[in-house]
């Protein structure tokens, strides 16, 4: 990830870490305490909904878990409080894991209904089991201790919070800067191509969801053991939604900016609470009634939130990756013989309620061969690419590749076998480099999980993979645009960093969407030059593509369709003069 900025971390850190020593009054302390907790859960949303792009309401609710865990193990059984860390962790994993096979396979406004639903429904559970004290809680939880000296005091435990506060976003920053993280921002407008490229888009979801579980837990358990008592006032639907608020103000997108938008809330919660009832003259809880016009406010001037504002206005500048000179070569694919069966496409049909976009469609596609799938505009190009790439289902019909069926297997298990994709409607992530858009192809390259990542100890995979992407964008020809955002680029340049992307999967075989779509006629040359090397190197590829004059002159097979209907197929002047395919064209009469 590109956006690591480490000057105003380290002097906020500064800041922290010399604050207890200051004469301060002890509720300034308990209140940068509640400060580190609420910024354990705004980490968790950071990645969750503002670079995964899942909203979640419920967050609340699983520091409940963490929270009521550490209570009734310390309490009624005796154990350790320490002991009780990795069980009320494992307790937030788990129940994020069973909330999160319902939740994520929700989409558009479903999905923060869903985390509303579950978070309500927790809160009135935590307040009905006799066990968890009803609505009294649980009191006389004892506090953290070392070698027999207790964490009582707000001064004490201080440390042990923003420690933990501290390791949590440098893990976070590490795991987005990482293979995994390029898969989970890839789930926010990306999701169907990384999926293309191999990318487990519900492992992917999954995965972030359990982790911003698993630190709502640990800030409810260090909530217990600070404030000794537990009951089920924090952990209900007004605090999850205070939790987001902190994220979305501190910057959705930034780990350290849901430090800093917990701070904000949390301060401006206290300031509306202390002289707000004098102001209107009311003790009701007005301040939600701020947040929400702070929140409108926020999302009008500044949609990233104010620590992107903040770095701006500091000065800060965006570190680009480092490409390193010395990472060792990813491992090649070995391609199929020249000349051989490659793909065969059988009487594949789809259909659409009523219309059928492809009716029983056949052709080939043989090793280190270029053929074009043409015809006129609906002919059901597209869609074919969908069926063999598996981001349809076929209604009748097979599709092999070297023999083996691929048809009815998902985009990422038919990635595996070497096959890479363009879209007709170009789908990169804007805000992401060209660099790492290219390095999201070569997600199958690599093996590097959530721990590794987070712990750093894949730098050499990260460095080989991030090569090989800058290796791929040079061989199109955008190396000056390296490490500019991809939203930057016009759409000519878009077309050609999505068969950058592909060639990074190492493929086999290559499908293009209309590559040549928005290229002038200098570029259309360079991609045509591109393909022919590609060619030559035994790499076969399937185009559809519009431009005729660029077609006839580089492919070596050409199938038209007509209506879903294949109307011819055979060698590119053979094709050119036949009747179905110049009526097709040019209509009837011609």
């Known amino acids: 990830m590109s956006n690591r900025l480490p000057i105003l971390p380290i002097i906020g850190l500064l800041v922290v870490a010399a604050f207890p020593l200051l004469p301060v009054p002890p509720f300034w302390l308990t209140l940068v305490n509640n400060i580190g907790l609420a910024s354990l859960v705004a980490i968790g949303l950071v990645l969750l909904t503002g670079v995964g792009g899942l909203t979640s309401f419920g967050q609340a609710a699983f520091c409940g878990f963490g929270a009521y865990t550490t209570a009734v193990l310390t309490t009624a059984y005796g154990v350790s409080p320490w002991l009780t860390l990795p069980l009320s962790l494992l307790m937030g994993a788990v129940m994020a894991l069973l909330l999160g096979f319902i939740t994520v396979r929700l989409s558009g406004h479903f999905l923060p209904l869903g985390t509303i639903a579950w978070g309500l429904a927790l809160y009135y559970l935590f307040g009905k089991i006799e066990i968890l004290g009803q609505y009294d809680g649980i009191t006389a939880i004892p506090p953290l201790s070392v070698a027999g000296y207790a964490f009582i005091s707000s001064q004490s435990i201080f440390y042990v919070i923003?420690?933990?506060?501290?390791?949590?976003?440098?893990?976070?920053?590490?795991?987005?800067?990482?293979?995994?993280?390029?898969?989970?921002?890839?789930?926010?407008?990306?999701?169907?191509?990384?999926?293309?490229?191999?990318?487990?888009?519900?492992?992917?979801?999954?995965?972030?969801?359990?982790?911003?579980g698993v630190l709502a837990a640990l800030s409810g358990w260090l909530y217990a053991h600070m404030q000794r008592s537990v009951n089920p006032t924090p952990f209900g639907l007004s605090m999850g939604i205070e939790y987001l608020l902190m994220a979305v103000v501190g910057g959705a997108g930034h780990v350290w900016g849901a430090v800093f938008g917990s701070a904000v809330l949390l301060v401006l919660k206290e300031v509306l609470q202390r002289f707000l009832p004098d102001l209107v003259g009311t003790t009701t809880n007005v301040e939600m009634v701020v947040f929400g016009i702070l929140l409108v406010v926020i999302l009008q001037v500044a949609r990233e939130g104010l620590w992107p504002l903040l770095t701006r206005w500091v000065g800060v500048k965006v570190r680009e990756r480092q490409i390193s000179k010395n990472a060792s070569a990813l491992d090649r694919r070995a391609l199929p013989q020249r000349g051989g069966p490659l793909l065969s496409v059988e009487t594949a049909r789809k259909e659409f309620g009523g219309l059928v976009a492809v009716n029983d469609v056949s052709f080939r596609v043989r090793a280190g061969e270029v053929v074009g799938l043409i015809g006129p505009n609906g002919a059901g190009k597209s869609t074919t690419f969908n069926l063999i790439t598996g981001l349809l289902g076929l209604t009748n019909g097979a599709v092999t590749y070297q023999g083996q069926a691929i048809s009815g297997l998902n985009p990422r298990d038919i990635a595996r076998f070497g096959i890479a994709r363009t879209f007709q409607h170009a789908k990169i992530l804007p805000d992401m480099s060209v660099l790492e858009n290219v390095a999201l192809g070569a997600h199958l390259r690599g093996s590097a999980g959530v721990v590794r990542s987070m712990l750093r100890l894949e730098r050499a995979e990260e460095a080989t993979l991030l090569a090989e992407a800058a290796r791929q964008v040079e061989r199109v020809g955008l190396g000056p645009l390296l490490h500019r955002p991809a939203g930057d680029l016009a759409l000519g340049q878009i077309r050609i960093l999505e068969i950058a992307r592909a060639l990074a999967a190492d493929p086999a075989l290559v499908l293009l969407d209309e590559p040549a779509a928005g290229l002038r006629h200098a570029?259309?040359?360079?991609?045509?030059?591109?393909?022919?090397?590609?060619?030559?190197?035994?790499?076969?590829?399937?185009?559809?593509?519009?431009?005729?004059?660029?077609?006839?002159?580089?492919?070596?097979?050409?199938?038209?369709?007509?209506f879903g209907t294949l109307i011819a197929d055979g060698k590119p002047q053979d094709v050119r003069n036949h009747p179905a395919v110049i009526a097709a064209y040019l209509g009837g009469s011609a």
Do not use: C, P, Y
Not at 177 to 196: C, P
Not at 537 to 545: I, K
């Open 162 to 212: 923003w420690g933990f506060v501290i390791l949590t976003a440098i893990g976070a920053t590490n795991l987005l800067d990482s293979r995994v993280g390029r898969a989970i921002r890839a789930l926010r407008g990306g999701a169907q191509a990384a999926e293309a490229f191999g990318v487990n888009i519900v492992r992917a979801k999954l995965t972030v969801f359990v982790f911003a």
């Open 523 to 562: 570029e259309k040359q360079e991609l045509s030059a591109l393909l022919s090397k590609l060619r030559e190197e035994g790499v076969s590829v399937l185009l559809v593509e519009h431009d005729m004059g660029f077609v006839m002159g580089l492919v070596d097979q050409l199938v038209v369709l007509d």
